[in-house]
């Protein structure tokens, strides 16, 4: 079994920065894919980043050109750095991974953009 643990939420100001980090532990070899859905209050849950072991990576529209995904494969470490954040962006960021879809969760980050 996958245990996924992310670490790095926050309140920031608008226009300011952080890094989420998500961490990925036993069953390693069911781990391919990894990534960050957030959700909201009021709001579904919804897609973010993802990014494969070979370095592909996806963006949703929304975050494209201010967050970027990263990956430490010897580690199974994935980080989401944040930048020009946006009140919009307040939302718990959920990390998930796993072989072909994002089948493991973590708990959750509290990420808060407000003046």
């Known amino acids: 079994q996958v245990q996924v643990v992310e670490s790095g939420g926050g309140l920031v100001q608008p226009g300011g920065s952080l890094r989420l980090s998500c961490a990925a532990s036993?069953?390693?070899?069911?781990?391919?894919?990894m990534g960050w859905y957030r959700q909201a209050p009021g709001k579904a849950r919804e897609f973010v980043a993802t990014?494969?072991?070979?370095?592909?990576?996806h963006y949703a529209d929304s975050v494209k050109g201010r967050f970027t995904i990263s990956r430490d494969n010897v580690k199974n470490t994935v980080y989401l750095q944040m930048n020009s954040l946006k009140p919009e962006d307040t939302a718990v960021y959920y990390c998930?991974?796993?072989?072909?879809?994002?089948?493991?969760w973590g708990q959750g980050t509290q990420v808060t953009v407000s003046s």
């Open positions: 998930g991974s796993g072989l072909d879809y994002l089948a493991y």
């Open positions: 036993g069953g390693i070899f069911s781990i391919n894919v």
């Open positions: 990014i494969t072991s070979g370095g592909s990576t």
